[in-house]
């Protein structure tokens, strides 16, 4: 499968798309879900609208901040 890289320059690029590209499936997914939790909880409930949007983007921001890790480290693995 790997035959035809046999160039050791590669190796950065490869890790770097492997660092970024898994590092953003977990938060991708968890997004995904906690936007679905709160627009059915609004649903529900609409009254607490505001205190479910104001946890729910908390709580994105925290999900995000775990991609934000995955591009720095991809960013160490291709240039340092």
Known sequence: M?????????VPYIGAALAI???AIG??????????GAM????????AAGEIR???IIGAALAEAVA???????I?????
């Not at 938060?27 to 679905?36: D, M, S």
């Not at 934000?68 to 991809?74: G, L, P, Q, R």
Request: charged letters at 15%; zero cysteines; a negative charge.
């Open 40 to 47: 059915d909880a609004i649903g529900r409930n609409p009254e």
């Open 54 to 56: 104001s946890t729910m």
């Open 2 to 10: 790997f035959d035809g890289i046999t160039d050791a320059s590669a």
């Open 27 to 36: 938060p991708g997914l968890g997004l995904g879900l906690a936007v679905k």
């Open 68 to 74: 934000i890790y995955a591009f720095v480290i991809a």
């Open 76 to 80: 160490i693995i291709l240039f340092v």
């Open 21 to 23: 590209g898994l590092g």
